[in-house]
């Protein structure tokens, strides 16, 4: 995949307003591969929706999305389940991990599925993010900020053409808000992806290309 393309895109639950100012609804936008887009959005405004129309769980919205000029309103079952795994990685606002596994198990899950990365790799993720000492430790028992780290490096343990890291840092310090921007980044160049970071206003310090406000 190498364009995500917005025309004329509006959640549903917006459609009676009559004053939307933004940079992304209601507009034509595309993001390409291999680029780097901050999207900026006061709470409410819709950026988790967003993402989620973006990775196909959602569809409660007017206008198109379309991955390389198709409308992703298209796509079958089968479609999505390949490109959430070979194209398409999402770390969630919420994060969607398991509570009752350990971090490591949680990485696991997606890692398993995907083969993508070796122990090693993940393992060094780990001791950079600071949590190589929770590796072990059920989920439940870590701090939300541990738990971001946890969630990125599952994210990353996939072949990608988009990252969509939803408010990726929100409880996070500036030191580690720093290794975990250039871990995200680092892994995204290697594989020549697009980024789209989302955030209300504590986000990564890095080199967006182009910043929307939503």
């Not at 991955?67 to 309103?73: A, E, K, L, N, T």
Request: charge should be negative.
């Amino acid at each position: 995949m190498t364009t995500i393309t917005l025309h004329n895109v509006l959640p549903e639950v917006f459609a009676q307003r009559t004053d939307i100012a933004s940079d992304l609804w209601q507009q034509d936008v595309t993001f390409e591969r291999g680029h780097l887009y901050l999207i900026e959005a006061a709470s409410g405004t819709g950026k988790s929706s967003l993402c989620a129309y973006l990775s196909g769980y959602r569809k409660d919205y007017s206008g198109t999305i379309a991955f390389d000029g198709g409308d992703i309103r298209q796509l079958r079952n089968s479609s999505w389940t390949a490109l959430r795994q070979r194209s398409l990685s999402h770390m969630f606002q919420e994060l969607r991990l398991f509570p009752e596994l350990t971090a490591w198990e949680n990485v696991q899950i997606k890692n398993q599925l995907t083969h993508y990365k070796s122990d090693a790799d993940i393992t060094a993720w780990f001791s950079a993010l600071g949590i190589i000492e929770k590796k072990d430790a059920r989920l439940g028992c870590m701090s939300f900020g541990q738990q971001q780290r946890v969630a990125l490096i599952r994210a990353l343990c996939q072949p990608f053409d988009f990252l969509l890291a939803d408010e990726p840092v929100s409880h996070l310090d500036k030191e580690n808000s720093r290794v975990m921007g250039e871990i995200m980044m680092d892994e995204a160049r290697r594989q020549g992806a697009g980024v789209l970071v989302t955030s209300i206003g504590h986000h990564m310090d890095l080199p967006y290309e182009k910043v929307y406000r939503l």
